[in-house]
């Protein structure tokens, strides 16, 4: 991908409710066409950040330029971006023309562009022939769609979706990440995604925010950040982990309550304590003595595509994933591929848990982040 | 078995369904079945007529009071709405705390009770010199119609949390352009939802509107309230059809209306015809509110209160009457002879009107009270005396009258009565044995056997213990304790034998025939035979009280002269006749004593001869006037009366 001009900057935010601090000193670029996706539990601070950046909260401190302009203390309705609320927020008085051409209508375009951009709209969001319908008659789905119509029509810049299916079902939702990904590619302009779904941010973005508690936790591409993740909690809320105490007993071998695993890992010192992330589908499970430690089989779930099962092993229960199954009950052993198993250093302190700015703006085009 | 089952289920659930509604409607309609009564009782169906519908809007008064009902309550819920939502608008940004604390704040007024309310708003007037008026009213109807519409608006406020509002902004809106077009239609329910509890509250208030009205002004609930005096005339029954039907119409329409879009956006969902987009065009609904905002204003110009306006050349006479008390035509009159303007006002009783005049809440220049209140005013120096030489029609005061005046006004200084009367015995001549009522009548008849459950006593202290003590030849006015725990038995030894204790509908009961006697005022008796011919009216020898409504002039008088006119004015001939006809109690007047009158039972007789109007010497002569006993002895009264009662 070319290096595209940077569209929008963040700089230096902060921002507070009653004391408790949401955003601190936080900086983010975002560049031309790109679907960028912030990801977080619940009051890490996206939805604070894709406020800033509409206009609708206004920051304690710090800058936010658009193309190199300031546009900390524009009003929310001059701003050259639109959002996809939450919950859509249709104007539920309005039928869906007028949902979609009340932006057109205030920037005092001609009834037949209106016209035509609201056909264009729909076609393109797949419902053509909605037109009159009451919002109340459509499906959360359907809503949703009119919503990201009813933003596209007025050709920003910058879309910003704040979790947008989240309230619809699985299967919709899987249908309208696609649907997002096509409209993406189809309109050419940057998407500023907010999500708490890991699952939902991995498969449709370029670059994926990972952040807590105000603080950037790492940025990279969604394989950047499956595979190889910075600290513990990027491990833990990026698909299910394995997350254990061991040390660095010297280079390339770590030590896990008494057994050793051979790792790719260096340059940790030796006896160094560190968290050891192994994901369950690379745990490898064999007959008794065949692994690097034996266990027994806890419980076993069928979850659809693979089986999932808790083996108790060496004082530890590892959650595993397989596609053959294995009986409760049953001695197994378990064993990693060296190149599975990921090291990273314990956190010192809350501030070390985050990336400072330095970090982020070095690695975010290079691509393998180095470890803290 | 089970069909069997099923349908006495259907059954049941139909029966108890007409039955709800058969309660809930069965009142209203006694009133719309009464209002097309020829007669003028409630007791009775005497055939169809339209004759109230047309009283109706020949009563200037009653027309202005409905006026006045309506603008007050149309201003006041618009006012209110619009405060109320922008109240709304500012607490929707508080922090939760804040907002709860707000909303506390708001809710207090409503569980306040309305005379709490009323009471501190006119307190609030007269501490800051505001004279209470129209505009006073309005206020206060303002003021408590606020909370109401936050509570209904707040609500819709707080679901819009789909963030519309920020959507309309985030598509380039300006704040005022957002609110208009989205927040505005969402939260429209709670507003109009507001808005007409507003406008009930305010059509329904009397409380509050009888603290806060100034003299002149009148609201339907104060209005018919004044009338209680005399009774309520079909006139409201009437009136209370017809707004009945218009709320109901409304109803009906506003339904039809909302139903029609609905089918016309299924309609065009299903046809699934190109959409041509035609811009911001509004539905019928807004259209619907329009036309009712405009067709109420149409009707709040129409009936716009003509009051102190065409003031006349001699300046403005307020007259604080009990309700229905004069001819109403008379105002007109009166206005046409002398060049003053006139303001009425009412009340229903001497003690509702007491504090007006005492805390001088509204300036009256003439009122009208009844003995025992004049006698208190006098003593507490609230009345003004009266120049008899600006009130010549004096000299036509019938002379029986003037003795007893003697007892509350000695040597009538203060008042000019108005009204007499006597308490007597109203019976059904066809009902009752004919002996029993020859030439001399007891009280005891009221505590003869034969007559268990047919008799009908006073439900006041005063009469009711009149009664018995003049039965046991005591005075009326007894303060001795001894007297009254006899008087006391022998009510209480009455008590099987009585069908009600009733006081306005006694008449009513009679012309139905529920009882055969009842104890009632004179001036009741010419009303109730119009309705049933078989009544007959008796003063026992015993003796009764007498009574004497007079005109007077309070301190806070400020057309004094105004005053006398309108006194020497109601002594004259035309008016003395206007009032008998219209009230048919006693006039004293002695241009009346060869009045004739169409007697209902005897034909034309001189109106001196009506013994009912005109009771001879020698029953006056054993008659008292109630006095003002002073709070001891009002305790005293009370004291026994409430245990007579619990017995």
Redesign the interface.
């Known amino acids: 991908m070319a290096k595209e001009k940077t569209l929008i900057e963040m700089i230096d935010i902060s921002k507070s409710y009653?004391g408790e601090v949401v955003l601190d000193e936080f900086n983010l670029n975002i560049k031309e066409n790109e679907f960028i996706t912030l990801l977080g539990p619940s009051g890490c601070g996206k939805t604070t950040t894709l406020r800033i950046l509409?206009?609708?909260t206004k920051p304690d401190t710090g800058k936010v330029l658009f193309q190199g302009e300031d546009i900390t203390d524009m009003?929310?309705?001059?701003r050259p971006?639109?959002?996809v609320?939450?919950?859509?927020?249709?104007?539920?008085?309005m039928n869906i023309?007028?949902n979609i051409?009340?932006?057109l209508?205030?920037?005092g375009k001609s009834?037949e562009y209106?016209?035509d951009k609201?056909k264009y709209a729909l076609k393109l969001v797949n419902l053509s022939?909605y037109?009159?319908?009451?919002v109340t008659?459509l499906s959360g789905g359907q809503q949703q769609r009119i919503a990201i119509a009813?933003?596209i029509v007025?050709e920003p810049r910058v879309l910003l979706l704040d979790e947008p299916l989240g309230a619809l079902d699985l299967k919709l939702r899987q249908e309208m990440q696609y649907e997002l990904r096509r409209l993406k590619n189809e309109l050419g302009i940057t998407f500023l995604y907010v999500t708490h779904d890991q699952e939902e941010a991995l498969t449709m973005s370029d670059k994926v925010v990972v952040m807590n508690q105000g603080y950037i936790q790492q940025m990279g591409t969604p394989e950047q950040i499956y595979n190889e993740p910075e600290n513990a909690f990027v491990a833990d809320f990026i698909g299910d982990s394995n997350i254990v105490d061991g040390t660095m007993v010297e280079d390339y071998v770590v030590k896990i309550n008494g057994y050793k695993f051979p790792c790719i890992d260096s340059g940790f010192g030796k006896n160094k304590p560190v968290d050891v992330v192994i994901r369950p589908e690379d745990i490898e499970i064999g007959k008794p003595g065949q692994g690097i430690i034996d266990g027994v089989v806890t419980s076993n779930v069928f979850i659809g595509v693979h089986y999932e099962m808790c083996i108790e092993a060496g004082g530890i229960e590892w959650l595993a994933q397989n596609t053959r199954s294995f009986a409760v009950g049953q001695q197994v052993s378990i064993g990693v591929a060296p190149e599975n198993i990921q090291i990273m250093n314990k956190p010192q302190s809350e501030d070390e848990e985050a990336i400072s700015l330095e970090d982020v703006l070095g690695d975010e085009s290079e691509g393998t982040p180095e470890e803290l | 078995m089970k069909t069997n089952s099923s349908g006495l289920n259907k059954l049941i659930k139909v029966l108890y369904l007409a039955l709800i509604v058969f309660f809930l409607y069965l009142p209203i309609g006694t009133l719309m079945v009464l209002s097309f009564n020829s007669s003028k009782s409630m007791g009775s169906w005497q055939g169809f007529s339209l004759r109230w519908y047309k009283e109706m809007f020949s009563n200037a008064e009653l027309m202005e009071a409905l006026g006045n009902t309506l603008t007050i309550a149309l201003w006041a819920s618009i006012i209110a709405t619009v405060i109320g939502v922008m109240a709304c608008i500012a607490m929707n940004a508080m922090t939760d705390r804040k907002r709860s604390f707000f909303m506390g704040v708001n809710n207090i007024p409503l569980l306040n009770a309305d005379i709490v309310t009323g009471i501190s708003i006119m307190m609030s007037f007269l501490l800051f010199g505001i004279s209470l008026n129209y505009g006073t009213v309005l206020f206060a109807h303002i003021t408590f119609c606020i909370p109401y519409v936050i509570l209904s608006v707040m609500p819709k406020f707080r679901q819009l949390e789909n963030h519309t509002y920020e959507a309309a902004l985030d598509l380039g809106a300006s704040p005022l352009y957002a609110f208009f077009k989205v927040v505005l239609p969402d939260i429209m329910p709670g507003i109009v939802s507001g808005f007409l509890l507003s406008f009930t509250m305010s059509v329904d208030d009397f409380v509050i509107t009888h603290f806060t009205r100034g003299a002149g002004i009148n609201t339907l609930s104060t209005l018919i309230y004044s009338q209680l005096k005399i009774g309520v005339r079909p006139t409201m029954f009437a009136l209370s059809t017809v707004i009945f039907v218009v709320v109901l119409l409304i109803l009906v329409i506003s339904n039809f209306v909302r139903g029609d879009e609905e089918e016309e956006a299924k309609k065009a969902a299903a046809s699934g015809k190109e959409y041509v987009y035609k811009g911001g065009m509004s539905t019928k609904r807004t259209l619907a509110i329009i036309l009712c905002v405009v067709v109420a204003m149409a009707v709040a110009v129409r009936f716009t209160p003509s009051t102190p306006g065409e003031v006349g050349d001699k300046g403005v006479v307020y007259v604080y009457n009990f309700g229905d008390y004069i001819d109403p035509e008379l105002v007109d009159a009166f206005q046409e002879e002398t060049g003053y303007t006139v303001v009425c006002d009412y009340f229903d009783t001497n003690e509702e009107m007491y504090p007006v005049i005492k805390n001088n809440t509204a300036d009256y220049d003439v009122i009208c009270a009844s003995d025992y209140m004049i006698d208190k005013l006098i003593k507490e120096d609230l009345l003004m005396e009266l120049e008899f030489g600006q009130i010549p029609n004096i000299q036509y005061l019938s002379q029986n009258i003037r003795d007893f005046m003697e007892e509350f006004d000695p040597g009538m200084y203060y008042s000019a009565p108005h009204t007499w009367g006597t308490y007597g015995i109203i019976y059904n001549s066809a009902l009752v044995d004919e002996e029993d009522f020859g030439d001399e009548v007891s009280w005891g008849i009221l505590w003869d056997e034969k007559y268990a459950g047919k008799i009908i006593m006073p439900n006041s202290i005063r009469e009711g213990d009149m009664v018995a003590a003049k039965l046991l030849g005591y005075s009326m006015n007894t303060t001795d304790e001894g007297e009254m725990r006899e008087i006391t038995d022998k009510l209480i030894e009455q008590k099987p034998l009585v069908y009600s204790y009733a006081n306005d509908n006694a008449r009513d009961l009679m012309i139905g025939e529920n009882a055969y006697m009842a104890v009632i005022t004179s001036g009741d008796v010419l009303y109730a035979q119009e309705d049933n011919e078989d009544l007959a009216y008796v003063v026992p020898v015993e003796g009764t009280e007498v009574w004497t409504d007079c005109w007077a002039v309070p301190k806070s008088c400020r057309n004094y002269d105004g005053a006398m006119a309108w006194i020497n004015f109601m002594y004259s001939y035309d008016a003395a006749v206007a009032n008998f006809e219209y009230l048919t109690y006693a006039i004293p007047n002695t241009q009346l004593d060869d009045y004739v009158y169409e007697d209902y039972i005897e034909g034309e007789m001189e109106l001196q001869d009506i013994g009912i109007v005109n009771p001879p010497e020698e029953i006056l002569a054993r008659c008292e006037t109630l006095k003002n006993l002073g709070p001891e002895g009002d305790d005293m009264y009370s004291k026994y009366w409430k245990e007579f009662k619990s017995k």
């Open positions: 009653d509409g206009g609708f009003p929310a309705n001059k971006l639109n959002t609320f939450q919950k859509y927020a249709l104007f539920p008085h023309a007028d051409a009340f932006g209508k205030i920037s009834q209106i016209n609201i022939g037109e009159k319908r009451s008659s009813r933003a007025n």
